[in-house]
T-cell receptor
Framework: QKEVEQNSGPLSVPEGAIASLNCTYS??????FFWYRQYSGKSPELIMS????GDKEDGRFTAQLNKASQYVSLLIRDSQPSDSATYLC??????????FGAGTTVTVRA | KAGVTQTPRYLIKTRGQQVTLSCSPI?????VSWYQQTPGQGLQFLFE???????NKGNFPGRFSGRQFSNSRSEMNVSTLELGDSALYLC???????????????FGPGTRLTVL
């Protein structure tokens, strides 16, 4: 079983729609969770971090965490063409490293 | 604040050679982690350093090594390069507020290594 799994892409959404990205993790002791955005040819950029169960909103982004279900998600509201990128879910199981999912590629259609 | 910097940005080497990559963390960040990114394997953890000590190491052969200096700058070395070592090598820094796990990591631009 992979440590971090993300819903397979690619995900294509029309401009203005909501993009929903999902991630599950295997290590129950994980304490912190992150979403990174990576444009083609660039390095990952941290866009959201979440540590407690529930929702966390930052602009058009909402992260949701459910530790009991070992599930974390990212919603992108009012999707824009500039949101077209690969989104990486990362989990910190408290051993000084991040474990990454394979990423979900999002394409926003104008 | 300046971000994480990595040098060089691009490298071309041949099999059997060795390479050293350098990373300067964000000012005030004391933890430096290294990752390898390939299309097939994704982002994989190499090692993490804090106060010149390696605290964790990923599942990579001993050809991959690293170190951290007293100013938190870090280097990684790959000896006896193989074709499969071609990848984007990413350095990330964090403040490391203890072991609470609240460990936001910020990535540098990466070093693109091509092994011929």
């Amino acid at each position: 079983q992979k440590e971090v799994e993300q819903n397979s892409g690619p995900l294509s959404v029309p401009e203005g729609a909501i993009a929903s990205l999902n991630c599950t993790y295997s290590d129950r002791v994980s304490q912190s969770f992150f979403w990174y955005r990576q444009y083609s040819g660039k390095s990952p950029e941290l866009i959201m971090s979440i540590y407690s169960n529930g929702d966390k909103e930052d602009g058009r982004f909402t992260a949701q965490l459910n530790k009991a279900s070992q599930y974390v998600s990212l919603l992108i509201r009012d999707s824009q063409p500039s949101d077209s990128a690969t989104y990486l879910c990362a989990v910190n199981p408290n051993d000084y490293k991040l474990s990454f999912g394979a990423g979900t590629t999002v394409t926003v259609r104008a | 604040k300046a971000g994480v910097t990595q040098t060089p940005r691009y490298l071309i080497k041949t099999r059997g050679q060795q390479v050293t990559l350098s990373c300067s963390p964000i000012s005030g960040h004391r933890s430096v982690s290294w990752y390898q990114q390939t299309p097939g394997q994704g982002l994989q953890f190499l090692f993490e350093y804090f106060s010149e000590t390696q605290r964790n190491k990923g599942n990579f052969p001993g050809r991959f090594s690293g170190r951290q200096f007293s100013n938190s700058r870090s280097e990684m070395n790959v000896s006896t390069l193989e074709l499969g070592d071609s990848a984007l090598y990413l350095c990330a820094s964090s403040q490391d507020p203890g072991t609470s796990g609240y460990n936001e990591q910020f990535f540098g631009p990466g070093t693109r290594l091509t092994v011929l």
